[in-house]
């Protein structure tokens, strides 16, 4: 896993494909990961599209590389300028050899060294679009990570992904509230760490996604992209006086930061964007 996150995946490959089953076959998920990043560097091309942006592929499987490089680059250069990042923070977009689709559900980002890493789909290239939305909500999450330093909890991280993306939140609402699936922020954790891969598990997913949607898109309905860069450099440990005594007071940095930006904290978000307690 030091290799995995140093991101010198072949090298994991060759230590890791021994002992896949290792632990129980706790690791599978991790193991299909690594093994379909490893395929993708051995098979594999890179180039660069800025100083701060690299992309992989496999030539064979991806002709129009140019074009889906050029989507890329827009929709990580928007979500970035949405979001006030300065892309400080190199990133590798790295898309998928097709052997590798079959095991992930979707695109995913990992906190590497020396930069972070998007890898998505080879399904999610097929049209311009898709592969937007795909990549600004990957691109959402590199920018939560590092703007909050790993602060933001996921409720948080999924729904200003879901809002760069483009979901639509009065869909979301209505599908909420029509199967009653709301959560309470301490059970959003948990719903995002699933094996989405089990279809027994895809009505939970979706309903998490669409209350993190609702709750980001209620919050962006008040103070806009600004309110929402505000709120995640609030939640970044900070060496003011006042934030060093709340935390030493067990104060949740993510109720002092709802509480500086917007006036309510995280229990009051929830039974607001729900319509309050029944």
């Known amino acids: 896993m030091d290799l995995y996150y140093e991101d010198k995946v072949t090298g994991a490959y060759d230590v890791a494909s021994t002992q896949a089953g290792a632990f129980g076959g706790s690791m599978l998920r991790d193991y299909a990961r690594l093994e379909g990043e490893a395929l993708t560097r051995k098979l594999g091309q890179r180039a660069k599209l800025a100083p701060w942006l690299e992309f992989e592929w496999v030539d064979a499987e991806l002709p129009h590389h140019e074009a889906v490089g050029q989507v890329v680059l827009h929709a990580v250069s928007e979500t970035n300028r949405r979001l006030q990042w300065d892309a400080s923070e190199s990133v590798l977009v790295s898309v998928l050899t097709t052997e590798a689709d079959t095991r992930e559900y979707g695109g995913y980002c990992v906190d590497k060294v020396p930069y972070d890493k998007i890898c998505l789909p080879r399904s999610a290239c097929s049209h311009p679009e898709r592969l937007a939305h795909v990549v600004a909500h990957e691109a959402a999450h590199v920018v939560v990570l590092n703007t909050a330093q790993k602060v933001a909890p996921q409720w948080l991280d999924e729904g200003i992904a879901c809002l760069m993306e483009g979901r639509d939140a009065a869909t979301a609402s209505a599908r909420l509230t029509s199967h009653d699936a709301w959560r309470a922020a301490f059970q959003m954790g948990g719903a995002f ?26 919050l962006h309905s008040l103070k806009g992209d600004e309110g929402l ?50």
């Open 193 to 218: 760490e699933v094996d989405r891969r089990d279809p027994t598990e895809t009505p939970g997913v979706t309903a998490a996604y669409d209350e993190a949607t609702v709750l980001a898109s209620y």
């Open 229 to 278: 860069v505000e709120l995640l450099k609030w939640m970044a440990p900070k060496l003011n006086l006042g934030f060093v005594f709340k935390r030493l007071a067990r104060m949740d940095p993510v109720d002092m930061a709802l509480r500086q930006v917007y006036g309510f904290g995280q229990r009051e978000l929830f039974a607001k964007v729900r319509g309050g307690p029944r």
